[in-house]
């Protein structure tokens, strides 16, 4: 059998009820370029350590607590830590030796897994793997490390494999003749020490898979993301049986509609007791379709222009073509906001994957200006498109989901700053931080219109807020009817928009952000309208989710 490992195992202090703490340490092993003469390479073997290395991190697990193996020459700083049979049992036993009773300590291998027929023992594949040593010296045994967590003073111990991805065995592999591994599909596991709960990517019979769009096995993509906190269930505290129930869930739903099989995730062992994994940020949330909020406090900031039309000529050199200086009067008079209440807003614009999990339908489809995949904005989003999918994800998640306000967004979009822009007032910075026309024009394409289309999201830097895209990339829309002179009778605290517009003007809905346009639109006061039918390739919108 093969089991494209990733075992995590995680030996946890004491229940969170008797009010004990100790320290937390982790033990991280990555595989993935092991020798073509015996087992094939993995392609995200490393990404799944390393990921879950850093929510570890954010959990509060030390940087010095942290015990890290892996076999990227590039990047290791010692030698001593390369991935190797002799160097894990050694660096593993070093680490236990000195787990104390209230502490905790995880154990993450992510690599080759392997079972020999007539034999119940599964083993783990170091880097300097030996599949022909009859011996089994250059393999860990799962029993090897079942022993050293029984030992180690901690008492509550949890095991996650991520196993039987493919067969093991490279096409140039000597051993390929000799050995007689079992199937690639899991077999019944050999049993589980007590004090130890065990969950496996699939259960008895099946394959476990990897995606390619997700970078990880599916098991493990969904393990980090509801270590993220999308399994929580609101009282941000991550419990275990939380986590195990939404990877579970989600894997199972993902294996189905995705690849239309079958991968169900498998609980072994038991525990008594609250068992919390991690205490959740109350200042970024993740929610059940993977949005990450962040929480933005109250205050007050100036709102709109500081500087004139006259001024904004001498800096950005000329306006483009169809502008004149009256095109920004909308931004005067600049004065006094205060935000009263605390709300959480979007990190990124709302991605394609995210809409259709929602909406279920795909807008930019086939259209000219649009590229297509899970990370990409989401286009061709009308205001009432925007409205609907808000009115859809407050009924899935429970919580109240909307559009900003025009001041809520300028006020995301500022996060602290008085600046022409979030970063300060260089416009030279903007390429760090925006997709725009400007830059895109030296791809000098007439087919992707010089890159005139939605990107993927959070590929650029974010505001202070840790906010992306804020200046570019989409136009977004916000709750707000539009009217161009609102600034002059516009409330001081938690402006929401005009509440009686004109006739004419009555369909009219405001939108930020800039697009893929010329600089001198990505400014944080720059403000724009459309028919809120209005649908176009730049387009699109970010969510806001009320405290409750």
Same mark, same amino acid.
């Given at each position: 059998m093969f089991l494209s490992a990733l075992a995590l195992l995680i030996c946890l202090s004491s229940l969170v009820s008797e009010g004990q703490a100790g320290e937390n340490y982790a033990f991280l092993v990555a595989v993935g370029d092991y020798d073509v003469k015996h087992l094939k390479a993995l392609a995200y073997t490393r990404n799944d350590i390393l990921e879950f290395r850093t929510e570890l991190l954010k959990s509060g697990f030390p940087k010095q607590n942290i015990v890290l193996l892996h076999d990227d020459l590039k990047q290791l700083e010692n030698r001593r830590y390369l991935p190797e049979a002799d160097k894990i049992r050694q660096e593993f036993t070093l680490l236990l030796s000195g787990v104390e009773p209230d502490d905790t300590i995880i154990v993450a291998l992510a690599g080759h897994g392997v079972q020999f027929k007539?034999?119940?023992?599964?083993?783990?594949?170091?880097? $300097?793997?030996?599949? $022909?040593?009859?011996?089994?010296? /250059?393999?860990?045994?799962?029993?090897?490390?079942?022993? #050293?967590?029984?030992?180690?003073?901690?008492?509550?111990?949890?095991?996650?494999?991520?196993?039987? /991805?493919?067969?093991?065995?490279?096409?140039?592999? /000597?051993?390929?003749?000799?050995?007689?591994?079992?199937?690639?599909?899991?077999?019944?596991?050999?049993?589980?020490?007590?004090?130890?709960?065990?969950?496996?990517?699939?259960?008895?019979?099946?394959?476990?898979?990897?995606?390619?769009?997700?970078?990880? #096995?599916?098991?493990?993509?969904?393990?980090?993301?509801?270590?993220? #906190?999308?399994?929580?269930?609101? $009282?941000?505290?991550?419990?275990?049986?939380?986590?195990?129930?939404?990877?579970?869930?989600?894997?199972?739903?993902?294996?189905?509609?995705?690849?239309?099989?079958?991968?169900r995730p498998q609980r072994l062992g038991n525990f008594s007791g609250t068992w919390i994994l991690s205490e959740l940020s109350r200042d970024l949330i993740t929610n059940s379709i993977g949005m990450n909020l962040k929480l933005i406090p109250t205050g007050t900031f100036m709102m709109g222009s500081a500087k004139s039309s006259a001024e904004l000529k001498q800096i950005f050199g000329s306006f483009p073509e169809g502008i004149n200086e009256s095109f920004f009067e909308n931004e005067f008079p600049r004065h006094k906001v205060t935000?009263?209440?605390?709300?959480?807003?979007?990190?990124?614009?709302?991605?394609?994957?995210?809409?259709?999990?929602?909406?279920g339908t795909t807008p930019w489809s086939e259209k000219e200006k649009a590229k297509v995949g899970p990370d990409y904005a989401a286009s061709y989003i009308s205001w009432e498109d925007a409205t609907e999918y808000c009115r859809k994800l407050s009924a899935k998640e429970k919580r109240q989901y909307r559009l900003p306000t025009e001041a809520e967004w300028e006020y995301a979009c500022r996060a602290g700053s008085t600046t022409i822009f979030s970063f300060g007032d260089d416009k030279e910075l903007l390429d760090d931080y925006a997709w725009y026309a400007q830059k895109l024009l030296f791809n000098n394409t007439t087919a992707d219109l010089f890159g005139a289309h939605a990107h993927k999201v959070a590929q650029k830097k974010p505001n202070a807020f840790g906010l992306y895209d804020m200046s570019g990339n989409l136009w977004e829309w916000c709750q707000d009817y539009y009217q161009a002179d609102y600034y002059k009778t516009s409330p001081a605290f938690d402006p929401a928009g005009p509440e009686m517009v004109e006739e004419r003007s009555k369909w009219m809905r405001s939108m930020r952000g800039g697009g893929i346009v010329d600089a001198i639109h990505l400014r944080s006061a720059r403000r724009r309208f459309n028919a809120d039918k209005y649908r176009a390739y730049f387009n699109g919108f970010r969510v806001v989710c009320e405290q409750e």
């Open positions: 007539g034999d119940q023992t599964s083993y783990f594949c170091p880097a $300097d793997a030996d599949l $022909d040593d009859e011996k089994h010296a /250059r393999l860990i045994s799962f029993q090897e490390l079942y022993q #050293g967590l029984e030992k180690c003073q901690a008492r509550k111990k949890l095991l996650l494999i991520d196993a039987c /991805r493919n067969d093991p065995q490279s096409q140039l592999s /000597r051993s390929r003749a000799k050995v007689n591994l079992q199937s690639i599909t899991r077999p019944q596991t050999e049993p589980v020490p007590e004090g130890i709960v065990a969950l496996f990517s699939c259960s008895a019979g099946e394959q476990a898979y990897e995606w390619p769009d997700l970078k990880h #096995g599916i098991f493990f993509h969904h393990v980090l993301e509801g270590w993220k #906190g999308a399994a929580d269930d609101g $009282d941000r505290s991550l419990s275990l049986d939380e986590l195990v129930a939404y990877t579970r869930k989600k894997t199972q739903t993902f294996a189905r509609l995705k690849l239309a099989t079958i991968q935000i009263t209440k605390p709300y959480y807003i979007q990190t990124t614009e709302v991605t394609q994957k995210q809409w259709e999990t929602v909406m």
